[in-house]
């Protein structure tokens, strides 16, 4: 009788055993692939073109394609700009390749370069 408890215990201790290493596999699986999306994601840049520069109020008006990383539609927007020397590199009608994060709640230009 002991004997099968014994048998028991560990039967029922290897199956708890086998489903913490599976779920930590698949958990560790999943998360480089995650990662390395969200990376990209965020390192890729938007194609836009300046529609209007607020060198005033410091802010950028452009009219841009979908923003993966925010999951946003391609629109016209008015943006904030992380540096104020931003506004002095753009000016109405340029083409430009910019990355916009959201920043206290608000959607920020974080980096801004001439489309090639």
């Given at each position: 009788m002991i004997n099968?408890?014994?048998?028991?215990a560990a039967s029922v201790a290897t199956l708890s055993l086998s489903g913490v290493?599976?779920?930590?596999?698949?958990t560790n699986a999943?998360?480089?692939?995650?990662?390395?999306?969200?990376?990209?994601?965020?390192?890729?840049?938007?194609?836009?073109?300046?529609?209007?520069v607020d060198?005033?109020?410091?802010?950028l008006t452009l009219k841009?394609?979908?923003?993966k990383n925010l999951?946003?539609?391609g629109m016209t927007m008015v943006f904030q700009v992380k540096d104020d020397a931003m506004l002095d590199k753009v000016q109405a009608g340029e083409k430009v390749r910019f990355l916009a994060?959201?920043?206290?709640?608000?959607?920020?230009?974080?980096?801004?370069?001439?489309?090639r």
């Open positions: 099968i408890r014994i048998a028991l290493f599976q779920a930590q596999a698949a999943a998360t480089p692939a995650a990662g390395a999306t969200a990376s990209s994601a965020a390192s890729e840049l938007s194609e836009g073109e300046v529609r209007k060198k005033d109020n410091k802010k841009h394609g979908p923003l999951d946003m539609p994060e959201k920043v206290d709640g608000k959607i920020t230009v974080m980096k801004i370069e001439a489309a």
